[in-house]
């Protein structure tokens, strides 16, 4: 999952950043000491967290069928969860009412299961975090149901390049916007666009921590140095035409404004002294 939802207007960068601040204060906190470093004791539980993440998203991958309901994949989803002794980190979530996020074509993220049938030619994004022992794991994925357009396959791979690519960048000593500048470069020069309003985020004791991370270099931002022990979910959303999105009545469900579709890729990273360890994957 994502940061939350934010009034969408002119300057968009500069609300996503009022929003981090809002909830910084909230939270009572100061900017410096909002980001935390996680000892390998922590990182070792985040892997386990991690771990049932990967595991359970690959369960829904295999469900993801034409025909199949959105609400029934949140269920696999919360049963699976119980099952491993974690909880849906989701579920009560600023009041969101599932474990799972299902967003279906032109929804970018933030889908919330229902009786939609998900049907030949669709992608659909499937999102869902855990909390095990404490921690938080969180992690993505944008499935194809049976044969889809040749230009949403494309939308799909590039999107999850796109993830892979940033990661490659978690190396200490580089600065957070080198990962924004990867993911923004790949989407761009292969004609497709970044949403501005949403990005990853630090992730540990808490689903949502700081830093907030952009898929796009924002100039002004702030762009700290990346050291072994932070943590982060990467999460790209890349669009097919425009970058601008609106929130359905619904408070959640974020679709493009153009109704074209979009794709979503998510894993939660360690950095370490050798470089990114994908904590959201299966054994
Ligand atoms: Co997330």
Known sequence: MILPQLTIGADRSILLKGYVEKDRIRAGLEKEAMITLKSKREIEIMRDAGKIVAEILDILR?????GVSTCKLDQIAEEQILKQGASPAFKGYRGYPR?????????????????????????????????????FGDAAITVPIGRIDLETEKL??????????????????????????????????????LVREFGGHGIGKHLHEDPMVLNYVAKGNEDPRLKPGLVLAIEPMVNMGTENVQILSDG????????????????????TENGPEILTQAA
């Open 62 to 66: 295999k469900n993801c069928k034409a």
């Open 99 to 135: 474990a799972l996020c299902a967003s279906i074509n032109q929804q970018v993220v933030h889908g919330i299961p229902g009786n939609t049938i998900l049907k030949e030619g669709d992608i659909v994004g499937l999102d869902f975090g855990v909390s095990y022992k404490g921690y």
């Open 156 to 193: 799909v791979k590039i999107t999850e390049e796109c993830l892979y690519l940033g990661i490659k960048q978690l190396v200490p000593g580089n600065h957070l916007s080198d990962l924004s500048r990867a993911i923004q470069t790949h989407a761009e020069s292969n004609g497709f666009s």
């Open 252 to 271: 959640w469900t974020v679709v493009t404004l153009d109704g074209k579709p979009s794709a979503h890729f998510e894993h939660t990273v360690a950095i």
